[in-house]
């Protein structure tokens, strides 16, 4: 007989951001209230201004990628107010996900 | 004339511009040679340290005279001032948006540590002196340009990304700057014989880590130069006359203010050169509508090595010219 899996459905919100903005990003997150995140670095890519790389002589163009799962309603507060700060650089996605031990968020 | 060719066959043919070529080449080449980012920061870090400290120590020696108030009085209203003028001249012969135009303006009020740094190295092997105190105008420098782009920019209506205070934070304690005053402080305080203990680290090696250093500035050049979608055949006109309009005003004012000759071509470089340190991290916070590829690709790709390898020993040329010696 297999054990029930616990069901904590959660949001997951995902920012690619420039990294002069990233202190802006967390601060955002905290003031929505999530309960952590995680940056994750990025290696290079290409968008709308063309190719990036990290950490050629200046931060300016190099990205981090800013992961965090919260609640559905803070997580839709938190993309709204993602909105202005991403308006001319980075970007940022939102997805239903699972978590395990769902009272961590 | 002779003594200027050879005076430019004598910088082309040094290590410093000989490894940046080097650089160049392999990147234009896309060989896999690459200088790992945390060894190439690193490079970076030392070489603020080691001007940073060597200029404090000869400040000790030197003390707060009329002639350094000069030339930081000097090099504030360069770097306040020549935005001003790169500004129009982006939106009327570029065709450049005013937030972007201000942008680059900005970049080119302020200055690039590493042009000095190779500048005096330059001056160093052709036996030029030069004062430590040239150091403390490069760190003075830094700022006053990101003020008049901002002002540009919101004079044209640009929205501004992030307050003055987080964005005064992120300029004064930009990791650079920070070392670099505080490595001039130190060397202030410690004077000749802080620099005796340490000169073994900070004196001798310096040539070959710049070496070093130019040699990646010149991967990053030719990649920047290679990828260049963002810049079109105007800008690139910008970035070979802009430098030349900074040096002459720099150069200039420098004589005027009193300044040895050494110095003035010091105030010619730094009014000739272009931050892609700094300055672009500010815009990215403060004017995120900026386009960085512009700015960073202007002046990394076309004014740093046209200031490395004709840019100096014209300045210095003409400098001593000037001051009616001989180059």
Request: overall charge neutral.
């Amino acid at each position: 007989m297999t054990a029930t899996r616990p069901h904590h459905p959660r949001r997951k919100i995902e920012i690619l951001t420039p990294m002069p903005l990233l202190n802006r990003v967390t601060a955002l997150l905290k003031a929505h209230g999530a309960s952590g995140h995680t940056v994750l670095p990025a290696l290079a890519g290409q968008g709308a201004a063309g190719r990036w790389e990290r950490g050629h002589a200046t931060d300016a163009e190099s990205c981090v990628m800013v992961v965090s799962v919260l609640g559905a309603d803070r997580a839709d507060a938190l993309f709204d107010a993602l909105a202005p700060l991403l308006a001319d650089a980075g970007v940022a996605w939102m997805s239903d996900v699972e978590v395990l031990r769902g009272e961590k968020y | 004339m002779t003594d200027v060719l050879s005076l430019a066959g004598e910088t082309l043919l040094s290590p410093l511009v000989l490894f940046f070529a080097l650089g160049v080449a392999a990147g234009f080449a896309r060989s896999d040679l690459t200088i790992p980012d945390a060894v190439a920061k690193g490079l970076s870090l030392y070489l603020m340290l080691a001007i940073g400290f060597k200029g404090g120590a000869a400040m000790a020696a030197y003390g707060l005279g009329p002639e350094v108030l000069a030339a930081l009085a000097v090099g504030i209203a360069l770097s306040f001032a020549l935005p001003l003028f790169a500004f129009p001249v982006l939106r009327g012969l570029c065709r450049m948006d005013a937030v972007n135009a201000a942008a680059v303006a900005a970049h080119y009020g302020s200055i690039s540590v590493v042009t000095f740094v190779a500048a005096t190295s330059m001056l160093q092997t052709l036996g030029v002196a030069w004062d430590g105190y040239m150091v403390a105008v490069v760190a003075a420098m830094e700022t006053p340009a990101i003020l008049t782009g901002l002002w540009l920019a919101g004079r044209s209506g640009a929205r501004l990304g992030e307050s003055s205070g987080a964005l005064g934070r992120e300029v004064l304690l930009n990791g650079s700057v920070v070392l670099l005053v505080g490595s001039f402080a130190i060397g202030w305080i410690t004077g000749d014989k802080g620099l005796a203990t340490i000169s073994a680290f900070i004196v001798d090696p310096f040539k070959g880590v710049l070496c070093l250093f130019l040699l990646d500035m010149g991967l990053v050049a030719a990649r920047r130069f290679r990828d260049g979608s963002a810049v079109n055949g105007r800008m690139v006109l910008f970035g070979l006359v802009m430098p030349l309009v900074g040096a002459l005003a720099g150069g200039l004012l420098g004589l005027l203010a009193g300044l040895a000759p050494g110095n003035a071509t010091l105030m010619a470089v730094l009014g000739a050169s272009a931050s892609y340190i700094a300055v672009p991290a500010a815009m990215r916070m403060a004017l995120p509508q900026a386009n960085p590829a512009v700015s960073i690709t202007l002046a990394l790709g076309i004014t740093f090595p046209f200031n490395l390898t004709i840019g100096i020993p014209l300045y210095h040329a003409v400098i001593t010219s000037l001051a009616g010696g001989t180059p």
